[in-house]
């Protein structure tokens, strides 16, 4: 593969443009933090680790489209507690740079289990996963279960049930070049109640770096999140939590919850009141809270 100098952005333009904002968003990172890069076989990795040193470790993997930024309203919180390893996922937006494409899920369990190794967090590391990362996550529980400590699913997307065909066609309109149509999408997924300005401002700043994400790297091939067989639910951690806005559009909360009862029922299973695909940061309060609880 050759390698443009601004690769994996669409241009050197768009580099420029995408690395100042990630720069302003950083400087709001709520806790000291040190930025590091990995090397793995699929490319450089950038994690932001915070927390005191020596305490367990907690790999945080944000959603498709979601630098690891995405977190920083649960960050304060958790760091307090656990060594938090924020990633910016492979084979997406932030500051990791693919250079061996990922194609299937395997690649991404790989990836992970590489980075925990070059991090040198040993076989007893909890994870968080939000929405894309939660399958990532559960992915790689039932791979390398030995390493799993806990596991934290933040309303996974598919792993359980697939996803709703109003996120499959909001999230096409979105590949049309107007900020208009991913701020519908993300005010959509944004079901909870009583929108107050502090929230929708939260929201505006997701749909920022969601439309500059997309418009500044080149496209990918998603490896789309197929929900896991009947199979694969039985063999989840039994220390594994499944947390999620009872509002949800990524997904149906009925089905999720059937199937797990009837499949897994080693799972916990919690849901917060009121909220939609959103709410580990609109009731961020409350999701760590539940998450340092599990943890612990």
Not at 165 to 187: A, V
Not at 236 to 244: E, N, S, V, Y
Not at 278 to 294: G, T
Request: glycine share 8%.
């Amino acid at each position: 593969m050759v390698l443009k100098p601004y690769h994996p952005f669409r241009s050197e333009k768009a580099k420029r443009r995408y690395l100042e904002h990630y720069k302003r968003r950083s400087a709001a990172w709520p806790v000291p933090s040190e930025g590091r890069i990995v090397d793995t076989s699929y490319g450089q990795t950038f994690v932001r680790v915070s927390g005191p040193d020596g305490a367990t470790p907690v790999v945080m993997l944000p959603g498709i489209g979601s630098p690891g930024l995405v977190f920083a309203t649960n960050v304060a919180g958790l760091s307090q507690e656990f060594r938090t390893f924020v990633v910016d996922n492979i084979h997406d937006v932030g500051l990791s740079v693919e250079t061996r494409p990922v194609k299937r899920i395997g690649d991404f369990t790989v990836w992970l289990d590489e980075l925990c190794t070059a991090l040198g967090l040993g076989r007893q590391v909890s994870f968080i996963g939000l929405s894309y990362g939660g399958w990532i996550a559960a992915s790689y529980a039932l791979r390398f279960p030995g390493r799993v400590r806990r596991l934290v699913l933040l309303a996974p997307a598919g792993t359980v049930a697939p996803v709703s065909w109003g996120f499959i066609w909001r999230g096409i309109l979105c590949f049309l070049p107007m900020r208009y149509f991913m701020k519908n999408f993300m005010y959509w997924l944004s079901t909870t109640e009583n929108k107050d300005a502090a929230v929708r401002s939260m929201i505006d700043v997701m749909v920022d770096d969601a439309y500059l994400g997309m418009w500044s790297f080149k496209p990918r091939r998603m490896v789309p999140p197929v929900p896991l067989t009947d199979a694969q639910l039985r063999c989840l951690p039994a220390a594994t939590l499944f947390l999620f806005g009872d509002r949800d559009v990524i997904f149906d909360p009925n089905i999720v919850l059937h199937r797990l009862a009837t499949l897994a029922p080693q799972v916990r299973t919690e849901r917060i009141s009121g909220a939609g695909h959103d709410f580990f940061a609109v009731c961020a309060d409350e999701v760590n809270r539940r998450v340092i609880a599990f943890l612990k």
